[in-house]
């Protein structure tokens, strides 16, 4: 999608307008100088060295637009020299507003774009042009005071003053409205480092914690008997390569959606592909013998519960309500709820059973873990797994609650939103 393009007075650099505005002042001075219908008549024309003075007024002017961008100070105090050259060429008796006006402009840019010492000095030369206009021609025996009875009035030089301070106004606002914007762009770029660093936190933890739990057990279970029983010891290794192979793929999962472009940089990712990556093609086998499997989901819920029967501790799934596809961010974040809470039940809760309800609502899916077993859920170990549960409920909009359960062990409970009509 191409980018807006941006606004006139961004896209012109200062300089050019104040090229433009100078440029402007100064042939408003001349053509006033050789008669204007009504304007003051009598004004003499400009003689050969008033040409000269006024050539080299509109090259400091000129070069101290150029430099705006770059030195804005020195290019501030070539625009000042200009103005008062015009004015001098031209015979006028003040420098011309829209002189001060360009003035305004570079004093305006220098404050939004540059330390806050050389305000002090910009400002000084943007307000003493006139008085010093004023004292050259008295320094050069020019008279003050015009035939047709203009003069020059201290009440402009206030007024061309307060210009100047609204114009250091204005490039504050720059300034502020810029440092704010800069400040935004980090902190959104914070936050979004510290969400992705959350989300693969809660994926790892999610994908190894319940596989190493497995694997450990039947481990065990194989150290156990080995000597006596050979055959259930193999069965046990099997179990634990099986668990291996499938934290295996899971972590290439992973590594797999960290390494895909940005949506900004090729096609947009599905919600599914936002959290695993693409899947991939039919066969395809990443840098290893062990295959990708499609992003887990409630459809699994089965499979984990085998597995963790096979390790000692007896799943009992409950299905209720009509089963039918959820869009896939639901699907797999109730799949890791509940593998999440098995596994604390596997680690910590020291019962051989657990009880996972999947209820689907019409407009919601609700899950429930229950264990008789210690029902402390305060265990170092599952400080993580909770707060990453937490997390995925909360991003989803949903409910989410782990506490002992007053009829004895530990409950965990979430609701989880599910738009009208939603499917894969």
Not at 46 to 62: G, M, Q, R
Not at 209 to 222: C, F
Not at 297 to 324: I, P
Request: aromatic letters at 4%; one cysteine or more.
């Amino acid at each position: 999608m191409p980018m807006p393009p941006l606004p006139l007075l961004k896209r012109v650099p200062p300089g050019v307008w104040a090229a433009l505005l100078w440029s402007a002042a100064t042939l408003s001075s001349v053509r006033a100088q050789f008669g204007v219908p009504g304007m003051p008549s009598g004004l003499p024309l400009l003689a050969a060295e008033d040409w000269l003075l006024l050539a080299a007024a509109t090259v400091s002017a000129l070069t101290g637009s150029r430099l705006l961008s770059v030195r804005p100070l020195p290019a501030l105090v070539l625009l000042a020299v200009g103005s008062l050259g015009a004015a001098l060429a031209v015979g006028s008796l003040g420098v011309a507003f829209l002189h001060h006006l360009t003035l305004d402009i570079a004093l305006g840019f220098l404050v939004a774009t540059r330390s806050r010492r050389s305000w002090g000095p910009a400002f000084a030369v943007t307000v003493a042009v006139l008085p010093g206009y004023v004292l050259l021609r008295a320094l050069l025996g020019l008279p003050l005071r015009l035939p047709h009875g203009a003069y020059t009035s201290w009440t402009y030089w206030e007024a061309v003053s307060l210009l100047a301070v609204i114009a250091c106004l204005a490039g504050m606002s720059v300034r502020r409205t810029r440092e704010y914007a800069q400040e935004l762009t980090a902190r959104a770029a914070a936050q979004a480092v510290t969400a992705e660093r959350l989300r693969i936190a809660r994926e790892m933890h999610d994908t190894v914690a319940h596989s190493i739990g497995i694997i450990a057990l039947q481990a065990g279970a194989a150290a156990r008997v080995v000597d006596t029983r050979p055959e259930a010891a193999r069965h046990a290794m099997i179990a634990v390569e099986t668990a291996g192979r499938e934290t295996l793929s899971g972590l290439r999962r992973m590594l797999v959606a960290l390494r895909q472009p940005e949506p900004a940089q090729g096609r947009e990712h599905g919600p599914e592909e936002r959290e695993h990556g693409p899947a991939p093609e039919s066969g395809a086998r990443p840098d290893g013998p062990a295959p990708l499997r499609p992003a887990e989901g409630l459809a699994d819920v089965e499979r984990l519960a085998a597995a963790t029967t096979g390790a000692g501790v007896r799943v009992d799934v409950r299905w209720r309500g009509e089963r039918r596809p959820l869009p896939p961010d639901i699907d797999l974040s109730a799949f890791r709820i509940i593998q999440e809470s098995v596994t604390n039940v596997v680690r910590h809760a020291a019962t051989g059973s657990c009880r996972v309800s999947v209820e689907y609502g019409d407009e919601e899916l609700a899950i429930e873990v229950t264990d008789g077993g210690r029902g402390g859920g305060g265990s170092p170990d599952t400080g993580f797994g909770l707060t990453g549960m937490r997390e995925r409920v909360a991003l989803l909009n949903g409910d989410f609650s782990a506490a002992p359960d007053p009829a004895g062990g530990f409950r965990v409970a979430a609701r989880l939103p599910v738009p009208v009509g939603a499917t894969r």
